[in-house]
């Protein structure tokens, strides 16, 4: 038996580097894997801030100016103003050659062919070339999620394809001949779990305990990035998958010092992670929690922290543990009060309404008043 | 001009209530429309939690049991125990008619036809019929988020397809003459924020700034069950948005005391709600994250609170604002300090690399020190 950070250790050295390219409007939330550097100088061209009249500076001495042009907004007209005259600016319109200050319309008064200034203002309202994002600028790094705001900066640079990590495929198999009778809750929970980590859950189906048919159902499911199954890792007849993994490939470890969730299994297949876990359907979600997020997160290139998600709350009564095991306690959260949930490791509701988790550490064997809470 | 607070109390009017069926796999995330009541019993018989050997425990006086059958998982065996017999029942196996105790394998010997149990244990290993969630019980109600916990329910069950509420379709749609000649950065930002509120962004394409074009977009996005445009809402020439919607439907509101975003502007066309953003790309980033989470999640059925993104950080130069003008800094967070990172309302980078945003109260006009931060 090893211990939970031994086996999360392990578990640590499995990692994946696929890229593929997406159009940027689907990009959200994927990871870059490649360092951006700016083609080209945002904005592309001196751009007035206001609706008004582009002049000359040096010209301020006077205030009547001669109206020698317009320029607007998408428009690709060349005007070019001397001493003494002006131009029409609109906002975001190119500013003329020769301009470096723009009057807003609302400081002056257009008398026919001329403008009179009242207030020149204090700024230019010119935002120069490149002074938002410049040229060959490296603007988002290798490793940086796309996000709402990032996206603009993308969008801003005229891309339309960008380069991310691919997220792992995980096959995802149910294993036992009591699904005959039983409906499968493990391949619904293990997919909802890998979705929330940032894999994408690939469905295999269901086999019973047959060992010729697990061997080519996992066979087939090495085609994906990572495998997991539910089931058959006790010590009865009928559990098989001990046995399929050491021949397939290799067994890392095999029972964990937790509960629930002490058979569970790892592996390698085709060198290709496989985790099997139990069939209790309790026992099945807790491996999930503590084991699925690391590996999957690591695997889509993702940032994980358990710690980013605890929260402390006053567990209602004293959890006993086994000394050397560490014991997860599902709890529903309510008024920062922990009340547990757990009834048994088969029975769906000892966590099905939980929202966090109570870890009991190994050298621990009761916890009660105070304690922090994943929060699931 | 309307406070920020009036104007989101405005946009509280709008609901969606539109219901789909998913199927159980596509159902994580979505908010469930229905009560979900139990139409079986689980386990749907009684189920034993160990491998091991069904017996009466009436007859416990004796240690020494004939074996009359064996009952597997998944199995459709009929055995009937009477007394001083015994069935082998392995983990997940209906119990024997007859019998109410299993004996684990390793607390017995098995010696020709007969068992003899050298410790029964304390408790009875089985998981009595319904135990788990009963016939006819409310399991999940309207309302809840379907997560990996409660899935695994839903799975019990045995239900393939579930009643969910549809998410907001949101046209979004870029207006300007400018858009000929910069990129569209506002279309990917705004698809970014719907997205991640629970919407399903639909971009309808640019439109330049001619009213007959702005026109027939909006009428074909009033098919969508919400409408986001840009550009186009301040005082110019070219500035139509006001002059559409108040056409083609009603205005809300139509500048709001708030900095940058002012000029936003909302409305109603075909009872459809149109929120019109400001043109530089980050007043309508700001406008999309003051606006659009709240209105999104509601017309989604997910819950919504702003408070839950909160963090305390200490703002590294006071900032200032406009009395009478709620102002939003968009800030870049390290270490506790949060760092101001606006250049101005039409650059990407016043908000592309920002994590968090300070709003500054009408009331204020200066903060420093330990602030709030909205964490984006």
Redesign the interface.
């Not at 960008?162 to 001949?177: C, E, H, K, L, M």
């Not at 889509?300 to 006053?314: I, K």
């Given at each position: 038996m090893i211990t939970v950070d031994d086996a999360t250790e392990i578990l640590n050295r499995f990692s994946l580097d696929r890229r593929t390219y997406v159009e940027?409007?689907d990009s959200?939330g994927r990871v870059l894997a490649e360092d951006i550097i700016s083609g080209i100088d945002?904005?592309?061209?001196d751009?007035s801030?206001m609706?008004g009249y582009a002049i000359r500076d040096r010209d301020l001495g006077g205030r009547r100016f001669k109206l020698v042009g317009e320029m607007?907004?998408?428009?690709?007209r060349d005007v070019t103003i001397g001493k003494g005259e002006c131009s029409w600016v609109?906002?975001?319109?190119?500013i003329p050659d020769g301009a470096n200050l723009v009057v807003p319309v609302e400081n002056t008064e257009k008398i026919g062919d001329d403008v009179i200034i009242y207030e020149p203002g204090k700024e230019s309202h010119i935002?120069e070339r490149g002074?938002?994002?410049k040229r060959e600028e490296v603007?988002l790094s290798k490793g940086c999620i796309?996000?709402?705001?990032?996206?603009?900066?993308?969008?801003?640079?005229?891309i339309k394809n960008v380069q991310v990590y691919d997220a792992p495929d995980v096959a995802i198999i149910s294993t036992?001949?009591?699904?005959?009778?039983?409906?499968?809750?493990?391949?619904?929970?293990l997919?909802?779990?890998v979705?929330?980590s940032g894999g994408l859950p690939v469905?295999m189906g269901t086999v019973?305990d047959d060992i010729y048919r697990i061997k080519q159902k996992i066979k087939e499911a090495a085609e994906y990035d990572f495998i997991i199954t539910s089931g058959g890792i006790?010590s009865?007849k009928?559990d098989l998958l001990p046995i399929v993994v050491s021949e397939l490939g290799d067994v890392l470890f095999h029972r964990v010092k937790m509960r629930p969730g002490m058979p569970m299994l790892a592996g390698v297949v085709d060198e290709k992670p496989i985790l099997c876990m139990p069939?209790n359907?309790t026992s099945c979600?807790v491996c999930?929690?503590v084991f699925l997020p690391p590996i999957i997160r690591r695997m889509a290139h993702l940032p994980f922290a358990r710690a980013g998600d605890v929260r402390r709350a006053r567990l209602l009564e004293a959890a006993v543990s086994e000394y050397g095991m560490r014991r997860y306690l599902p709890v529903k959260l309510v008024d920062g009060v922990a009340y547990p949930t757990f009834?048994?490791s088969?029975?769906?509701?000892s966590?099905?309404?939980?929202d966090g988790i109570v870890a009991i550490g190994e050298e621990e064997t009761l916890t009660e008043g105070e304690v922090d809470v994943w929060v699931?």
């Amino acid at each position: 038996m090893i211990t939970v950070d031994d086996a999360t250790e392990i578990l640590n050295r499995f990692s994946l580097d696929r890229r593929t390219y997406v159009e940027l409007k689907d990009s959200f939330g994927r990871v870059l894997a490649e360092d951006i550097i700016s083609g080209i100088d945002v904005p592309s061209f001196d751009r007035s801030d206001m609706d008004g009249y582009a002049i000359r500076d040096r010209d301020l001495g006077g205030r009547r100016f001669k109206l020698v042009g317009e320029m607007h907004a998408g428009g690709d007209r060349d005007v070019t103003i001397g001493k003494g005259e002006c131009s029409w600016v609109a906002t975001g319109a190119n500013i003329p050659d020769g301009a470096n200050l723009v009057v807003p319309v609302e400081n002056t008064e257009k008398i026919g062919d001329d403008v009179i200034i009242y207030e020149p203002g204090k700024e230019s309202h010119i935002s120069e070339r490149g002074c938002d994002i410049k040229r060959e600028e490296v603007v988002l790094s290798k490793g940086c999620i796309v996000n709402d705001r990032n996206i603009g900066i993308l969008a801003a640079l005229g891309i339309k394809n960008v380069q991310v990590y691919d997220a792992p495929d995980v096959a995802i198999i149910s294993t036992g001949d009591e699904l005959a009778r039983i409906n499968d809750v493990n391949s619904m929970t293990l997919s909802a779990i890998v979705a929330q980590s940032g894999g994408l859950p690939v469905f295999m189906g269901t086999v019973t305990d047959d060992i010729y048919r697990i061997k080519q159902k996992i066979k087939e499911a090495a085609e994906y990035d990572f495998i997991i199954t539910s089931g058959g890792i006790s010590s009865g007849k009928k559990d098989l998958l001990p046995i399929v993994v050491s021949e397939l490939g290799d067994v890392l470890f095999h029972r964990v010092k937790m509960r629930p969730g002490m058979p569970m299994l790892a592996g390698v297949v085709d060198e290709k992670p496989i985790l099997c876990m139990p069939g209790n359907v309790t026992s099945c979600l807790v491996c999930g929690h503590v084991f699925l997020p690391p590996i999957i997160r690591r695997m889509a290139h993702l940032p994980f922290a358990r710690a980013g998600d605890v929260r402390r709350a006053r567990l209602l009564e004293a959890a006993v543990s086994e000394y050397g095991m560490r014991r997860y306690l599902p709890v529903k959260l309510v008024d920062g009060v922990a009340y547990p949930t757990f009834k048994g490791s088969s029975l769906i509701t000892s966590i099905g309404c939980a929202d966090g988790i109570v870890a009991i550490g190994e050298e621990e064997t009761l916890t009660e008043g105070e304690v922090d809470v994943w929060v699931l």
